[in-house]
């Protein structure tokens, strides 16, 4: 049986991911700053558990060692964990910019970085699920464009996406594949249910603003993360998938269903 890490595992999309990963016959070791929620179910016995702090060196080698404890093997990588703010570009405190390249951009490096010697391993003895040893980072459409007064997530979330194109081409080398999926705006996450309950109105004006009408839920992200982990993906390499409804279809001129935009066609 393969085994794969889950950072951010404690909750939203981390969560759902180390859940759909157990059931589809992965060794999951869940990592985050706060102890998993106890799991239930079929899964339960797959999942172990790992309190660790991404940020550093040594959190990130704790999760390794982790893995290699409960399994003694590693093929699968999910660098989930991130963190958001907002704020104008002058007044949003730096310390705000330096936490997010901690946890989002560096955070996610030195996993890669941490977890190289195991995935090589498995690489050299072609175990796995078949596709090889195989990373998944959880990058952003907000890594793929900018967003009003998300400078530093923006920043922090860009520097991924192409901080994953470069790992792809050189990991692909080594037969380790590195992919990032770019969720939109997604339900039950900590970063947008705070918005639902503190923003209704922004929280509406960002629904409307998907095509299929509705934010995404943290099961639909991780069915896509299992996908590029597999052996179903064992050709897709250096690939930023939008999960996202559509949002990133548009030109952001206009929102889906607009009058404005009909008139504007029509014209």
Known sequence: MAT???????????????TRLAMDGWDVVGVDRDPLPAATGPAAAALTSCVADVATEAGNAAMVEAALAATGRLDGLVLNAAVS???????????????????NLRGVVLGVRAALPALR?????GVGEGGGPA??????????????????????????VNFVRAAAIDLGTEGIRVNAVCPGP???TGMTSPMELHAPDRYEELRRSVPLGRFGRPDEVAAVISFLLSADA????????P??????????LFQPGSRAAVNEAGA
């Open 85 to 103: 703010a907002a704020g104008a570009i002058d007044t949003e405190p730096l310390d705000d910019l330096d936490r997010m390249l901690a946890i």
């Open 121 to 125: 391993a498995g690489s050299a003895q």
């Open 4 to 18: 794969a890490i889950v950072t951010g595992a404690a909750s939203g999309i981390g969560r759902a991911t180390a």
């Open 135 to 160: 990373i998944v980072v959880t990058a952003s459409v907000s890594g793929l464009g900018g967003d009003p007064l998300m400078w530093a997530y923006n920043t922090a979330k860009g520097g991924v």
């Open 186 to 188: 997604i339900g039950g």
């Open 234 to 241: 064992g050709y897709v390499n250096g690939v930023m998938l």
């Open 243 to 252: 999960v996202d409804g559509g949002a990133n279809a548009g030109s952001g």
